[in-house]
């Protein structure tokens, strides 16, 4: 286990640069060590920013060794605006041109499931499986506290083994979520 490291930053640009650099070289030390890094993304400002630092330096990944899935995802129709994956496919994968079939989004709720969200968020965690270890799994932080869809004093993280759940009742709009779970982020290296 690494050691516990607190950096306080004045602009959200610096921190945007630092984690832009670390996740960067997080990928490589994982790609060196397994061939393919596998990671979860969060939206949000600083994760989208960060998003969009990567895009303007793509070299500094091999994005062909990556595999890329989100810790959370609103339950809304594929082309709405707030949807995390439309924002980092804007700011990132589009730019770079990034393999479709390494790129894992949270079903839409005009997907294959439909308006089943309990049927989404078993099959995400069918596709992440049991035991998934992400090699990066990048966390942003609510200003009440939560990380992806897991609000304090909720349901969802009270959950000790499912990898993902649907979140039927968030504190912040839109209310239906699919989220990882704490003992996903937990395992993550």
Same mark, same amino acid.
């Given at each position: 286990m690494s050691e516990l490291e607190t950096l306080i930053f004045d602009?959200?640009?610096?921190?945007?640069?630092?984690a832009a650099?670390?996740?960067?070289?997080?990928?490589?030390?994982?790609?060196?060590?397994?061939?393919?890094?596998?990671?979860?993304?969060?939206?949000?400002?600083?994760?989208?920013a960060l998003l969009r630092a990567l895009a303007a330096d793509p070299a500094t990944v091999d994005w062909s060794r990556v595999e890329v899935y989100w810790g959370d995802e609103r339950f809304v129709p594929a082309a709405d605006a707030e949807r995390n994956e439309g924002q980092a496919r804007e700011a990132l994968f589009d730019v770079i041109g990034a393999e479709p079939a390494r790129i894992h989004p949270m079903p839409a709720s005009d997907?294959?499931?439909g308006d089943d969200i309990e049927a989404a968020a078993r099959a995400?965690?069918?596709?992440?499986? *049991?035991?998934?270890?992400?090699?990066?799994?990048?966390?942003g932080m609510g200003g009440e506290g939560h990380v992806n869809s897991l609000? *304090?004093?909720?349901a969802a993280t009270a959950e000790e083994t499912a990898a993902v759940v649907a979140v039927e009742d968030s504190p912040k709009p839109p209310p239906r979520r699919i989220t990882l779970t704490f003992p996903v982020i937990n395992r993550s290296r």
């Amino acid at each position: 286990m690494s050691e516990l490291e607190t950096l306080i930053f004045d602009e959200s640009a610096e921190l945007v640069a630092t984690a832009a650099t670390r996740f960067a070289d997080a990928v490589r030390r994982a790609q060196d060590a397994r061939g393919t890094a596998v990671v979860a993304l969060t939206g949000g400002s600083n994760g989208i920013a960060l998003l969009r630092a990567l895009a303007a330096d793509p070299a500094t990944v091999d994005w062909s060794r990556v595999e890329v899935y989100w810790g959370d995802e609103r339950f809304v129709p594929a082309a709405d605006a707030e949807r995390n994956e439309g924002q980092a496919r804007e700011a990132l994968f589009d730019v770079i041109g990034a393999e479709p079939a390494r790129i894992h989004p949270m079903p839409a709720s005009d997907g294959e499931y439909g308006d089943d969200i309990e049927a989404a968020a078993r099959a995400y965690a069918e596709l992440v499986g *049991p035991d998934r270890v992400f090699d990066v799994h990048l966390l942003g932080m609510g200003g009440e506290g939560h990380v992806n869809s897991l609000f *304090p004093h909720t349901a969802a993280t009270a959950e000790e083994t499912a990898a993902v759940v649907a979140v039927e009742d968030s504190p912040k709009p839109p209310p239906r979520r699919i989220t990882l779970t704490f003992p996903v982020i937990n395992r993550s290296r």
